[in-house]
């Protein structure tokens, strides 16, 4: 579709800061546990199953209870409505009861008139338990039999004919680890009963509709008498889509046990070992290809650690399996997904949402490919991607009608300068014996739509006061990505006003109901969608109103500068807005919209499941210390489609972010789970995101200037998602460096993370 030019002095298309940026820094932006606490508000503490399996034999509650300021404990017996969290798998308990599931699991909570009693109340809790044997990886799961759903298995042409008449084969393992999300503001929600047996919740959530069901489903209550609120939230990443509702209900179950309001705050340490992680993956795989290097045929096993509960791990396996392809046509192929049920944290939504675990592996396929030819990496890239004409649908069915793979990759070796860094490395190698280098150039080719379909729906609300400035509501969340400042562009740009003239209010439960989860890269695109379509229709009755006085027809009427334009007279907006509320004109709209076109069918995988794809590519330089395995990313080069930018500086900000992001994943986070199935890493001293001083020397980010080719709002694309996998170029030019350290030619043995350790082992450095 072709979009209109904006006008240079709309609100969309500029670099405006965050919405809530001054008072972030200064301090003023409150977060939940800064809101002011009610009389009589208790504090609530989790009660943490020891076991990773085990029984639940029995409680000493006396000394927990004897501690002065403890109020009283809350068990499963005390839950008055439904015992499990209502998913559709209906297979995780709101609180332990007589089997324990993971270590870290919640039996219960100590409430207490202060946090730190409650903490203390909780940990002198005495359990009486039996140990049982536990699963605690996806390959001893998979060998049990032990699932949390059943496999999909996803196949096209003749994956057994075609590895056999090739003339290279490879197999391969690989193991991909789980990540923690480590969001700023941890884990929160505030209860308050209200009157006549209604309540008010205030939630860092993602997803403030399910918490909205699951309280309400806990306490044995309709949907209409449970309200939940999140300004904002102090980072998500996706470990506040579900499993913020555990913890709003466990601070509205003790709530309604004592009758009073009560906040939960989980310590970091507790929330590390309670919420789940990124799914760690165990691949297994087989590639048949020729001399070129092109893939011919591939059988794929990916192995999901789902943890102990289903969560969402159904619909992020299935995303494993759609990305992967990545950028590359897979001609006879075969994917195996199996969906572990393990005594672990329930692994849930991350960035990228199975995307990255499933790219991973075909990145990693391509590299040895390459490898095992003797040629440059990029060039066995370039040699699988998908065509425009040909070679130009999916394994699952779906048609690229927006591919601009080509043209990205060939521009972004031309800025990088590949060529003449690749060979300038090489040399240096060659000199260097202890400091070697390695690069890789790697694509993303990232779909964009919630896969469940019906969840590609929103609504919002605008309202025009007789001032003239503007309330805005979504269904949305802001999580820090700037999601409310985008959304308020829009809105601004429909009616012509400069974005200070516009307000967004929280997202709430009571405002736009059945709202989606802001996730899968979907925020603006649905509810600056439906944002846009209210403002639109104010804008429209407006138009009208004036097109009546002036003798001119409604479509006549610009709205631009904060000024209302007919071709007879141009009017002040606020002078506009008066008059019409003078008038009786509505001054406030509803709008809703759902993503078109997209369809598929969940049990054969099948269909078109997302509206478009966000592509980019990463040129990434490392260094390896051969001496002790420590590596160093120099430098990147990032050039990302993000559609016509809605906000060039919060678009590059996300992609800065999602690369640092997953550069940690691929390199330094790494979870530990001892034998008895303990989380070992569960705090900053341990666990290691990374820090400024981890970021490239060089890092250079540059967005392709192409406006979306489907009907998107202003023709941007999501940006929140995608740039994650971008850090897989990390990780390709580590095994790159690696393979030139070695120098036999021989497939690089390298699992994720890519700690000092794991690169040793890979190097021959270690047994």
Same mark, same amino acid.
């Given at each position: 579709?072709?979009?209109?030019?904006?006008?240079?002095?709309?609100?969309?298309?500029?670099?405006?800061?965050?919405?809530?940026?001054?008072?972030?820094?200064?301090?003023?932006?409150?977060?939940?546990?800064d809101?002011?606490?009610?009389?009589?508000?208790?504090?609530?503490?989790?009660?943490?199953?020891?076991?990773?399996?085990?029984? *639940?034999?029995?409680?000493?509650?006396?000394?927990?209870?004897?501690? +002065?300021?403890?109020?009283g404990?809350?068990?499963?017996?005390?839950?008055?409505?439904?015992?499990?969290?209502?998913t559709? #798998?209906?297979?995780?308990?709101?609180?332990?009861?007589d089997?324990?599931?993971?270590?870290?699991q919640? $039996?219960?909570?100590?409430?207490a008139?202060?946090?730190?009693?409650?903490?203390?109340?909780?940990?002198?809790?005495?359990?009486?338990?039996?140990?049982?044997?536990a699963?605690?990886?996806?390959?001893?799961?998979?060998?049990?039999?032990h699932?949390v759903?059943?496999?999909? !298995?996803?196949?096209?042409?003749?994956?057994?004919?075609?590895?056999a008449?090739?003339?290279?084969?490879?197999?391969g393992?690989?193991?991909?680890?789980?990540?923690?999300?480590?969001?700023?503001e941890?884990?929160?929600?505030?209860?308050?009963?209200?009157?006549?047996?209604?309540?008010?919740? !205030?939630?860092?959530?993602? /997803?403030?509709?399910?918490?909205?069901?699951?309280?309400?489903?806990?306490?044995?209550l309709?949907? !209409? %008498?449970?309200?939940?609120?999140?300004?904002?939230?102090?980072?998500? =990443?996706?470990?506040?889509?579900?499993? #913020?509702?555990?913890?709003?209900i466990?601070?509205?179950?003790?709530?309604?046990?004592?009758a009073?309001?009560?906040?939960?705050?989980?310590?970091?340490?507790?929330?590390?070992?309670?919420?789940?992680?990124?799914?760690?993956?165990?691949?297994?795989?087989?590639?048949?290809?020729d001399?070129?290097?092109?893939?011919?045929?591939?059988?794929?096993?990916?192995l999901?650690?789902?943890?102990?509960?289903?969560d969402?791990s159904?619909?992020?396996?299935?995303?494993?399996v =759609?990305?992967?392809?990545?950028?590359?046509? *897979?001609?006879?192929?075969?994917? /195996?997904?199996?969906?572990?049920?393990?005594?672990?944290?329930?692994?849930? &939504?991350?960035?990228?949402?199975?995307? +990255?675990?499933?790219?991973?592996v075909?990145?990693t396929?391509?590299?040895?490919? &390459?490898?095992?030819?003797?040629?440059?990496?990029l060039?066995?890239?370039?040699?699988?991607?998908y065509?425009?004409?040909?070679?130009?649908?999916?394994?699952?069915?779906?048609?690229?009608?927006?591919?601009?793979?080509?043209?990205?990759?060939?521009?972004?070796?031309?800025?990088?300068r590949?060529?003449?860094?690749?060979?300038?490395?090489m040399?240096?190698?060659?000199?260097?014996?202890?400091?070697?280098?390695?690069?890789?150039?790697?694509?993303?080719?990232?779909?964009?739509?919630f896969?469940?379909?019906?969840?590609?729906?929103?609504?919002?609300?605008?309202?025009?006061?007789?001032?003239?400035?503007?309330?805005?509501?979504?269904?949305?969340?802001?999580?820090?990505?700037?999601? !409310?400042?985008?959304?308020?562009?829009?809105?601004?740009?429909?009616?012509?006003?400069?974005?200070?003239?516009?307000?967004?209010?929280?997202?709430?439960? #009571?405002?736009?109901?059945?709202?989606?989860?802001?996730?899968?890269?979907?925020?603006?695109?649905?509810?600056?969608?439906?944002?846009?379509?209210?403002?639109?229709?104010?804008?429209?009755?407006?138009?009208? =109103?004036?097109?009546?006085?002036?003798?001119?027809?409604?479509?006549e009427?610009?709205?631009?500068?904060?000024?209302?334009?007919?071709?007879?007279?141009?009017?002040?907006?606020k002078?506009?807005? &008066?008059?019409?509320?003078?008038?009786r004109?509505?001054l406030?709209?509803d709008?809703?919209?759902?993503?078109p076109?997209?369809?598929?069918?969940p049990?054969?995988?099948?269909?078109r499941?997302?509206?478009?794809?966000?592509?980019?590519?990463?040129?990434?330089?490392?260094? $390896?210390?051969?001496?002790?395995?420590?590596?160093?990313?120099?430098?990147v080069?990032?050039?990302?489609?993000?559609g016509?930018?809605?906000?060039?500086?919060?678009?590059?900000?996300?992609?800065?972010?999602?690369?640092?992001?997953?550069?940690?994943?691929?390199?330094?986070?790494?979870?530990?789970?001892?034998?008895?199935?303990r989380?070992?890493?569960?705090g +900053?001293?341990?666990?290691?995101?990374?820090? &400024?001083?981890?970021?490239?020397?060089?890092?250079?980010?540059?967005?392709?200037?192409?406006?979306n080719?489907? %009907?998107?709002?202003?023709?941007?694309?999501?940006?929140?998602? +995608?740039?994650?996998?971008?850090? $897989?170029?990390?990780?390709?030019?580590?095994?790159d460096?690696?393979?030139?350290?070695?120098? %036999?030619?021989?497939?690089?043995?390298? %699992?994720?993370?890519?700690?000092?350790?794991?690169?040793?082992?890979?190097l021959?450095?270690?047994?």
């Amino acid at each position: 579709m072709n979009h209109p030019a904006l006008p240079p002095s709309g609100a969309c298309g500029q670099a405006l800061p965050h919405e809530s940026a001054r008072a972030h820094v200064t301090g003023a932006a409150p977060f939940i546990d800064d809101l002011p606490e009610l009389a009589g508000t208790l504090h609530a503490a989790p009660i943490l199953s020891p076991l990773a399996h085990g029984r *639940l034999l029995g409680l000493d509650t006396a000394a927990a209870l004897a501690l +002065p300021g403890v109020i009283g404990l809350v068990l499963a017996a005390d839950i008055p409505g439904h015992p499990l969290l209502p998913t559709s #798998a209906q297979d995780e308990p709101l609180l332990a009861q007589d089997e324990l599931l993971y270590a870290g699991q919640v $039996i219960g909570l100590a409430v207490a008139t202060d946090r730190e009693t409650a903490r203390r109340a909780a940990r002198l809790v005495q359990l009486r338990t039996e140990a049982l044997p536990a699963l605690l990886s996806a390959r001893a799961a998979h060998a049990a039999s032990h699932y949390v759903a059943p496999p999909v !298995h996803l196949a096209r042409g003749d994956v057994t004919t075609a590895l056999a008449q090739a003339p290279h084969r490879l197999t391969g393992s690989l193991e991909s680890g789980a990540q923690e999300h480590f969001y700023l503001e941890g884990q929160v929600a505030y209860a308050l009963p209200q009157e006549q047996g209604q309540w008010l919740v !205030h939630a860092s959530t993602q /997803h403030p509709g399910e918490v909205q069901h699951a309280v309400a489903s806990a306490l044995g209550l309709c949907n !209409h %008498d449970v309200q939940v609120v999140c300004r904002r939230m102090g980072g998500g =990443f996706g470990g506040k889509e579900t499993q #913020a509702s555990q913890v709003a209900i466990w601070a509205a179950l003790a709530a309604h046990k004592f009758a009073r309001p009560v906040k939960l705050r989980l310590d970091r340490d507790d929330d590390f070992l309670i919420t789940g992680k990124r799914h760690a993956f165990s691949f297994d795989w087989e590639a048949g290809f020729d001399d070129q290097g092109r893939l011919l045929a591939l059988e794929l096993t990916e192995l999901a650690d789902c943890g102990f509960s289903a969560d969402l791990s159904v619909p992020i396996c299935d995303r494993a399996v =759609f990305h992967s392809d990545n950028a590359y046509f *897979l001609e006879h192929v075969a994917i /195996h997904s199996w969906r572990c049920r393990t005594h672990k944290q329930s692994s849930t &939504a991350f960035r990228g949402f199975g995307g +990255p675990q499933g790219m991973l592996v075909i990145e990693t396929i391509m590299g040895e490919i &390459a490898r095992r030819l003797g040629q440059d990496p990029l060039e066995v890239r370039r040699i699988n991607l998908y065509g425009t004409q040909e070679r130009h649908v999916t394994h699952y069915g779906m048609p690229l009608e927006d591919n601009i793979l080509a043209p990205l990759i060939d521009n972004l070796v031309q800025s990088a300068r590949y060529r003449e860094r690749r060979a300038a490395i090489m040399q240096w190698n060659a000199a260097n014996p202890v400091i070697k280098r390695g690069l890789a150039l790697t694509p993303v080719k990232f779909g964009i739509s919630f896969t469940a379909t019906q969840l590609n729906q929103a609504g919002a609300l605008v309202h025009v006061y007789t001032d003239g400035s503007v309330l805005l509501n979504h269904g949305g969340t802001e999580m820090g990505q700037g999601l !409310h400042t985008k959304v308020a562009q829009i809105v601004a740009q429909a009616l012509g006003l400069p974005l200070a003239s516009v307000r967004v209010s929280a997202s709430d439960t #009571a405002r736009v109901p059945n709202a989606s989860a802001t996730a899968a890269s979907t925020g603006t695109d649905l509810n600056g969608r439906a944002a846009q379509l209210a403002a639109i229709q104010v804008r429209e009755r407006l138009a009208r =109103f004036v097109a009546e006085q002036d003798g001119c027809s409604a479509a006549e009427v610009r709205f631009e500068q904060a000024q209302v334009v007919s071709p007879k007279v141009s009017r002040a907006w606020k002078e506009v807005v &008066a008059a019409a509320y003078s008038a009786r004109i509505q001054l406030w709209s509803d709008g809703y919209y759902r993503t078109p076109k997209i369809h598929y069918d969940p049990r054969t995988l099948t269909g078109r499941p997302f509206y478009y794809f966000a592509y980019g590519a990463a040129c990434t330089e490392v260094a $390896i210390d051969l001496l002790t395995g420590e590596s160093r990313v120099l430098a990147v080069d990032i050039l990302h489609d993000v559609g016509r930018s809605i906000n060039p500086a919060l678009d590059i900000g996300q992609i800065e972010g999602g690369f640092i992001q997953g550069m940690g994943w691929l390199t330094s986070e790494e979870l530990v789970w001892d034998a008895q199935g303990r989380l070992l890493t569960h705090g +900053p001293s341990s666990y290691k995101i990374p820090s &400024a001083g981890d970021l490239p020397a060089e890092f250079r980010i540059e967005l392709w200037p192409e406006a979306n080719r489907e %009907d998107n709002v202003y023709g941007s694309k999501a940006v929140g998602e +995608p740039p994650f996998m971008l850090a $897989i170029s990390v990780w390709e030019a580590l095994r790159d460096a690696v393979a030139q350290a070695r120098g %036999d030619g021989q497939p690089v043995r390298l %699992d994720a993370p890519a700690t000092p350790e794991r690169l040793l082992r890979a190097l021959g450095g270690l047994d």
